[in-house]
Nanobody, 115 residues
Framework: QVQLVESGGGLVQAGGSLRLSCAAS????????MGWYRQAPGKQRELVAG???????NYVDSVKGRFTISRDNAKNTMYLQMNSLKPEDTAVYYC?????????WGQGTQVTVSS
């Protein structure tokens, strides 16, 4: 069993920044892919950013240039630095990792951006 625990969400004004963290209870050293998803009220969950073992990343168009995903394998932690936040970024953010033969999700952390 693996636990993914997010932290760092909160309320911020438009233009502000937040840094989300996702701590895994087991090693992520050999985990090929990890990602951040978000789900806004009444909308489907969407992949915001993903990062691969080799360091390559991808982002949904709406966050390119504003969000940066990273991982620290030594700390078993993934991050999402979110800058220039907009009200439309308001959502519950989830970390995701397929690990050890299963898909794992964190419990979610609320990000609210006020205008």
């Amino acid at each position: 069993q693996v636990q993914l625990v997010e932290s760092g969400g909160g309320l911020v004004q438009a233009g502000g920044s937040l840094r989300l963290s996702c701590a895994a209870s087991r090693s992520i050293f050999r985990i090929n892919f990890m990602g951040w998803y978000r789900q806004a009220p009444g909308k489907q969950r969407e992949l915001v950013a993903g990062i691969y073992l080799g360091g390559s990343t991808n982002y949904v168009d709406s966050v390119k240039g504003r969000f940066t995903i990273s991982r620290d394998n030594a700390k078993n932690t993934m991050y999402l630095q979110m800058n220039s936040l907009k009200p439309e970024d308001t959502a519950v953010y989830y970390c995701y990792a397929p690990m050890y033969g299963r898909d794992y999700w964190g419990q979610g952390t609320q990000v609210t951006v006020s205008s």
